[in-house]
């Protein structure tokens, strides 16, 4: 009932910058958060930063000063706007959405993820 897709990631110097997008889509009445992990290789997953209802936000101490994660209420989407990258932050990107369905159940939904790799 719910597909959550990113996309945005890519190859980039260090330094560089991308732009990460999440949108979910499906049967959903509201958000309740929407948030970005990272996986890289041999690691575990870990929250890189996050937005919740009522415009809450939370970032990994990795991430603070250089990611801002933004949201689209209407379009149900979010971005990651990552800045000064370093090879540190390569991995799978995944993005998870909780929502409240139609239905009035409460459902999370991950992404497939986008690659971010970052060359030295």
């Known amino acids: 009932q719910v597909q959550v897709v990113e996309s945005g990631g890519g190859l980039v110097q260090a330094g560089g910058s991308l732009r990460l997008s999440c949108a979910a889509s499906g049967s959903i009445s509201s958000i309740n958060a929407m948030d970005w992990y990272r996986q890289a290789p041999g690691k575990q997953r870990e929250l890189v930063a996050g937005?919740?209802?009522?415009?809450?936000?939370r970032y990994a101490e990795s991430a603070k000063g250089r990611f801002t994660i933004s949201r689209d209420n209407a379009k149900n989407t979010v971005y990651l706007q990552m800045n000064s990258l370093t090879p540190e932050d390569t991995g799978v990107y995944y993005c998870?959405?909780?929502?409240?369905?139609?239905?009035?159940?409460?459902?999370?939904?991950w992404g497939q993820g986008t690659q971010v790799t970052v060359s030295s």
């Open positions: 937005f919740t209802r009522g415009g809450r936000t």
């Open positions: 998870n959405a909780d929502v409240v369905l139609y239905s009035g159940y409460m459902h999370s939904a």
